[in-house]
């Protein structure tokens, strides 16, 4: 112990062999001399970063980064389980016992736990409507914003994290309530009072919906094919629709209303009942649209 302690002394202090005078190299897990080959000091630690790329221009450090989709960040480790069948069942017990304790010692409160369970309920919800990592991370953001908030006193953790997943994914495109409840563990009800919540509170920076951006989703899903000259008269009669102070409503039952009346003035064999089941609306919705749309405007 002594001499290893000499030894790296002297590589501290001097950066030639201490036998010949030679160049010390110092590349490998031991440092020798490349003239007479005397190693001055050996089972070095490695204290640079971990490479996971052969090439030195793409070199990075190894592990994963941090990601707010997490409780702890991304940076909690989970002991695995004992699968090896050469170990003692005293063994594979203690394991499990130590897997169990330190699954409960990751959480310091009950605030943290809540927010772990925010956290894994947005990455269902966002895997289940298939949207990607960007989307899931601004939920998680805005759920850590409303717990710091106090603004999930109160409120289930689950209405909490769909009213985050319907935020982001407003910020990110158009998406309906429907289709976030559908597969969330809550009411809608529940949802659309934590959204409001969260929009009045958090000031979040969620567009203006109108009934132009709808009529490109719906003539895109519906069975049939509409023709670009219905398809800009739809979204003619739905920027008039947009600037006229007669009509004001959900844009996306105006939508549907201003594709019918396109659609029946270029005889396009488009019904009432099929844009209804595309756009998820009554038709009742759609009556009443396309008839103001009809007063107002067209005439």
Request: with cysteine; hydrophobic share 35%.
């Amino acid at each position: 112990m002594a001499s290893r302690t000499v030894q790296t002394e002297l590589v501290g202090s001097t950066q030639t062999c201490p036998e010949c005078g030679g160049t010390l190299d110092s590349s490998g897990r031991e440092t020798h001399c490349t003239d007479c080959g005397l190693v001055v000091e050996e089972n070095q630690v490695d204290r640079g970063p971990e490479w996971r790329a052969y090439n030195r221009a793409e070199q990075k450090r190894t592990g994963a980064p941090r990601t707010v989709t997490r409780h702890d960040q991304g940076l909690s480790t989970d002991i695995g389980s004992a699968e090896d069948s050469d170990i003692s069942s005293r063994r594979r017990r203690r394991l499990t016992r130590q897997r169990r304790l330190h699954g409960r010692s990751k959480f310091d409160s009950k605030r943290d736990r809540n927010l772990a369970h925010g956290l894994g309920e947005i990455r269902r919800i966002g895997s289940a409507l298939s949207e990607s990592k960007a989307v899931k991370e601004q939920a998680s953001t805005f759920f850590w914003e409303a717990q710091k908030a106090d603004l999930l006193i109160g409120r289930s953790i689950e209405g909490g994290a769909a009213a985050a997943v319907y935020a982001a994914c407003r910020c990110n495109g158009l998406v309906r309530m429907e289709t976030v409840a559908d597969v969330a563990r809550c009411s809608t009800s529940h949802i659309w009072t934590c959204y409001r919540t969260f929009l009045t509170e958090l000031e979040l920076p969620i567009p203006v919906s109108l009934p132009v951006d709808w009529v490109a989703r719906i003539c895109s899903d519906l069975p049939l094919d509409v023709t670009p000259k219905s398809r800009q008269r739809a979204l003619a009669l739905a920027e008039e629709a947009t600037r006229s102070t007669d009509i004001n409503g959900r844009p996306d039952g105006v939508a549907a209303g201003a594709l019918y009346v396109a659609g029946q003035e270029s005889d396009l064999r488009l019904t009432q009942a099929t844009i209804s089941e595309t756009a998820d609306l009554d038709i009742t919705t759609i009556r009443r649209w396309y008839q103001q749309i009809g007063e107002k405007i067209v005439e």
